[in-house]
């Protein structure tokens, strides 16, 4: 789990990261992303007041959207790698905002059920463009980092949306909580149309690209990815009302404290998976969110949501850049597409299937119950951090044995 600087010898020259392109490209995940936080609190409060559901209709609701997301996310990457990241960006945020504002024109649950499927496609089509114009503009060796200043755009969108969603929202103002995440979806939109396309240029020599649906190399890193992320939904899910239980005022300052300590490390530490290596830091990751998960679990007290809360903050900080640049270390270039695609769709279907379990057991076993069960499947993702490193292991022992055989002798 300690984290050990990689050797000299894996250092690679310095290259510029930071383009207008690659601001352009984060200036957009942040405007999205303070829309998809300004939901957080929003959703769930939609359904259990407007809409009269419980939390499983609670948890339905949050996860709907990756049902649709899962689904389409492969077919997705691979538009990416034909047809460019800036289409995909372009047209999916266009079409979450249009979903969002069809929430204003709905009074019962299945539309909404409906409209989040549709969010789900935006989704999709959103952030894996996003995420690949990310990797198309990051210099090799440096990664890791420019996925972390990404997600540090990603995260510091998911600080201010809960907080200008819950402000906005008051004592019940949905219709204008709701068009204020629509417009920052909207100005995602606006930004996106002035990115240009990044995908690599294909050499003529090269032999084609193998399309495919699901790409092996982000199988895997996205399945432990998954561990982590069921619980990242678990507390989307029900920190909202889980700390009115608590005798609190709202969630807000829960979610607040929370993306900072991810801004915090996603900037300070952008370069923490280049230099200690992602198997080390993955393994770290794991820890720290199932050791979170814990103690939201075990200590039912506001002090122990902020605490728990703190240290799977950690955990989720280091977990995602450092899967994906494991991902992408495996796959050329111009499969990034595809290995994206493969690699958040595992985000998706936890995120949607953490939201609906978590909101079933949390019905019936208590918010401690849900959140001790996300804490165990985080654990299985540590185990298979363990797993990549024993096999990786024995790789190079096979491969150290063959280059030994073949050596001609001295005599």
Not at 1 to 6: G, K, S, V
Not at 49 to 66: D, M
Not at 109 to 120: A, D, E, K, Q
């Amino acid at each position: 789990m300690f984290l050990r600087r990689n050797s000299p010898s894996q250092a690679r020259p310095e290259e510029r990261l930071i383009t207008t392109t690659f601001i352009l490209v984060t200036a957009a995940t942040f405007a999205y992303f303070i829309s998809i936080g300004a939901l957080i609190p929003t959703i769930p409060r939609f359904v259990e007041g407007p809409l009269a559901k419980g939390e499983a209709g609670v948890g339905l609701a949050v996860g709907a959207f990756s049902v649709s997301a899962v689904l389409i996310r492969p077919f997705i990457g691979r538009l990416g790698d034909t047809r460019g990241r800036r289409i995909l960006m372009i047209s999916g945020s266009a079409l979450v905002a249009a979903s969002v504002l069809g929430i204003l024109l709905i009074d019962t649950f299945v539309p909404l059920i409906l409209l989040r499927l549709t969010t789900g496609v935006g989704e999709a089509a959103f952030y894996v463009g996003a995420a690949s114009a990310i990797n198309d503009l990051a210099p090799e060796g440096r990664r890791g980092e420019a996925l972390s200043f990404f997600s540090l755009a990603l995260y510091g969108g998911l600080a201010v949306g809960p907080v200008l969603g819950e402000t906005v929202l008051g004592t019940g103002n949905f219709e204008l909580a709701f068009l204020v995440a629509a417009i920052a979806t909207l100005t995602a939109t606006f930004i996106a149309l002035s990115i240009p396309d990044t995908r690599p240029e294909i050499d003529d020599d090269e032999p084609p690209v193998r399309r495919r649906l699901v790409h092996p190399a982000g199988v895997l890193p996205g399945t432990i990815l998954a561990t982590s992320i069921w619980g990242l939904a678990g507390f989307n899910t029900l920190i909202p009302l889980y700390a009115l239980q608590l005798g609190m005022s709202g969630s807000k300052t829960v979610f607040f404290s929370y993306s900072v300590i991810i801004l915090l490390f996603r900037s300070l530490g952008a370069r923490i998976p280049d230099r200690f290596g992602t198997r080390r830091v993955g393994r770290t990751a794991l820890t720290f969110s199932a050791a979170g998960l814990v103690v939201m679990g075990l200590w039912t007290e506001p002090v122990g949501l902020f605490a728990g809360a703190a240290i799977l903050a950690i955990g989720q900080a280091l977990a995602f850049p450092t899967l994906m640049a494991l991902a992408l270390s495996a796959a050329p270039p111009r499969e990034r597409g595809a290995v994206v695609g493969t690699f958040t769709a595992f985000f998706d279907l936890a995120f949607g299937l953490g939201a609906l379990s978590t909101g079933w057991v949390a019905e019936n076993a208590g918010y401690r119950g849900a959140f001790l069960i996300c804490a165990a499947v985080a654990a299985i993702g540590l185990g298979l951090m363990f797993f990549i490193a024993r096999r990786d292991d024995l790789k190079t022992r096979r491969a150290q044995r063959v280059e030994e055989y073949q050596e001609p002798s001295s005599y």
